[in-house]
């Protein structure tokens, strides 16, 4: 069982930057693909990034390509979403997802490979 945590959501000028950071429970981190999804209002939840157990292997919507960096610190039991060059646009609540991966290398990008969500943190850009 893995419990997700995210933080660092909030309110920014479009332009802006903002980092999101999810910190997962146990001692196992290390051990899980790590993905960032988003839900607008109205919309369904859609993939953001994802990352590999090793974090060497990275993968991205088209929309954020550019902008956005998933990273992970399998130390701090942490994954991190950098936003710069936010847009309106990308309100939404973010939500950090985990699954065991296959192996260092495995990365997923469907919503319903993943088995663990954390609770969501709000991004707001405005105009």
């Known amino acids: 069982q893995v419990q997700l945590v995210e933080s660092g959501g909030g309110l920014v000028e479009a332009g802006g930057s903002l980092r999101l950071s999810c910190t997962a429970s146990?001692?196992?981190?290390?051990?899980?693909?790590m993905g960032w999804f988003r839900q607008a209002p109205g919309k369904e939840r859609e993939f953001v990034a994802a990352i590999s157990l090793s974090g060497i292997i990275t993968d991205y919507t088209a929309s954020v390509k550019g902008r956005f960096t998933i990273s992970r610190d399998n130390a701090k039991n942490t994954v991190y979403l950098q936003m710069n060059s936010l847009k309106v646009e990308d309100t939404a609540v973010y939500y950090c997802?985990?699954?065991?991966?296959?192996?260092?290398?495995?990365?997923?990008?469907?919503?319903?490979?993943?088995?663990?969500w954390g609770q969501g943190t709000q991004v707001t850009v405005s105009s």
């Open positions: 997802a985990a699954r065991l991966g296959a192996s260092s290398s495995s990365y997923y990008v469907k919503l319903e490979s993943y088995a663990y």
């Open positions: 146990g001692r196992t981190f290390s051990m899980y693909a």
